[in-house]
Every structure is written in C-alpha cells, then in structure tokens.
C-alpha cells in the first residue's frame, strides 16, 4: 500500500522584498526533510476554489484579493505585497488543509505542509494570513460530510485570533488557543479556551500546562481535530517570547498526537509559524511534527 500524502504548496514560489521577516524558504526545506526520511509521499495542493472560501470570508474581500483590487492598507496588515504568485499559493494553502481533511476522512490523519492560517478574520486578513484554511475546512466538512462538531488545538505561540473570532458563537465548535500572553495579537480575541503564557515559559511549565487543559478538548467529543502545530515557541524563535527547546517541541507533537489517536477523531496537521535564526531550526522542527505524528499512527495497513 502506498504511504499516506502530505501535502506541499512551494511549488508556488512568492519573492519577498530582501529582509522580509517571513521565512517562504521553509516550506521547501520541510519538504526536503521529509523526502529524505522516505515516510510520506507528497502531492502538491489543489487550488481551493472561491465559492468555498466565501463560505467563511466576505465575498468581497475574497474578490478584492483574488483580482488585486485590495487596498494597500489590507495588505500592510497582513503584511505581504500583492501578487499573484501569492494568490496562487494562498489558494494552494487552503486547497491543501481542504486535501488533508478528506485524507484525514479516508485514513484517520492527513498532514499539510503549510496552512494554520489563524490570523484570517472573515473580512480581512492579518500576519500573514489571507484566509482561514481551517475554518473553511471545518464548514465544509459540515456541509458536505455531516461532521458538526471539531475542536482546533493551536500550539502556534501567537493566539488564533481569526479562527477564535469566526467560531465564537459557534457551539459546535471548540478553540483551544495556547500562546504566550504578551505577544501578538495585542488586542486578543476569545477561544473558548485560552491558555496564555508568560515571557520565557520553558518546557516543563508548558507540557504541564498542556496536560492539564487537552481533556478539556476531548470532553466536547468532536468528530474531527486540527491542530495548528506552529514551533514558534522555540527559544531560538524571533518573534516568539517562550523558552521551549527542540526537545519539548517534539515532546508537545508527541503529547498531542498520542492523545487524539488515542480518542479516534480524525486528525489533521497544518503548519503554522516558525521563524528561528538560522532558518534550518525551524525547518527540523515542523520535519519533526510530521515524524511524530508518522510515529505514532505507524505505516499504513
């Protein structure tokens, strides 16, 4: 039988202006990782269409962006210049979250080398990110295959503002956002969960802390998680503020992993963010994400 898929999105390649702190490099060196270990095979992520992105997003943001009549201002908060190079790949990024989430259907888990775009609100988006991949992939789950209820973990250590925002009131739904109290957002929004951290939390405190609240999660009985495995809380991260080592990172993939397989919900990973100094900490670390999750869910039958 042939290995599970992740899917990839760099073979849309987005050129950033030199010293731009978003580290686009990445995605091609996980893949490279991963190729390496010989686990996974890898397609490249559809492109997801429109009519599924709106939806979740104002149809008219969508449209603006996908046409590049969005305002300047729009695109200054979420912090890319416009092209469409990058049209296309945030349209790959959604498609492959959508990809995984039917692998995850098929085969118990599905992985996406990009995507945990939690920063997208429905009218715009914010820290780089454009639309909301998870919350697409969550209605449409609810459309198409009757699952209602999902819980999102999110480990990225900025708080999933966007995704918290558009399920607010949805009692469907649960957020579990774990970051760090003093770090981006600065204006927060509310998960149903919430754990918030302060400067320099190091790997025991954090895995602590972790334990305590993913019952919390298993509790509401969802019928399908994502998580949001984001490794900028690494202490070499630059834009990160928390302590952990490469260590607890894996130990955190690990703790989350073995729990969801243990509760049965069909799994699916995205990436989040990582922006360590040299760019190849970050790389190893999401590569370890995906190792872990390989295993705990072992070869295919």
């Given at each position: ?133 998870i919350a697409v992939a969550i209605l449409d789950l609810r459309e198409k295959h009757g699952i ?104 955190r993939d690990r703790t989350v992993i073995n729990a969801v397989r243990t509760h049965g919900a ?36």
């Amino acid at each position: 039988m042939n290995p599970p898929v992740l899917y990839y999105t760099d073979q849309h390649e987005v050129h950033l202006p030199d010293g731009h702190k978003f580290p686009m490099r990445k995605y091609r060196l996980v893949r490279d990782l991963l190729t390496a270990d010989g686990h996974f095979r890898f397609l490249p992520a559809p492109l997801a269409s429109t009519e599924i992105i709106e939806r979740v997003h104002d149809p008219a943001y969508v449209q603006a962006f996908i046409s590049g009549e969005i305002s300047p201002s729009v695109m200054r908060r979420i912090g890319f210049p416009w092209s469409l190079e990058l049209v296309n790949r945030t349209l790959a990024s959604v498609g492959g979250t959508l990809a995984a989430t039917r692998h995850a259907l098929e085969r118990g888990f599905g992985g996406t080398l990009a995507g945990g775009t939690h920063h997208a609100f429905r009218n715009e988006g914010s820290g780089f990110c454009v639309f909301n991949d998870i919350a697409v992939a969550i209605l449409d789950l609810r459309e198409k295959h009757g699952i209602e209820r999902a819980a999102v973990i999110d480990l990225d250590v900025h708080q999933g503002d966007g995704t918290a925002q558009i399920f607010e009131h949805d009692p469907n739904v649960l957020t579990l956002s774990m970051h760090g109290r003093h770090n981006f957002p600065f204006r927060k929004q509310h998960s149903r969960i919430d754990v918030e951290l302060e400067d320099k939390t190091g790997d025991a405190e954090y895995l602590e802390r972790l334990e305590e609240v993913l019952p919390e999660v298993f509790a509401f009985r969802p019928g399908v998680i994502f998580y949001q495995s984001g490794v900028d809380a690494l202490a070499t991260d630059s834009l990160g503020r928390l302590s952990l080592t490469p260590a607890g990172i894996r130990q955190r993939d690990r703790t989350v992993i073995n729990a969801v397989r243990t509760h049965g919900a069909p799994f699916v990973v995205t990436l989040g963010g990582g922006y360590s100094t040299p760019i190849e900490l970050t790389a190893e670390a999401h590569a370890g994400t995906f190792r872990e999750l390989h295993s705990v869910y072992g070869p295919p039958n």
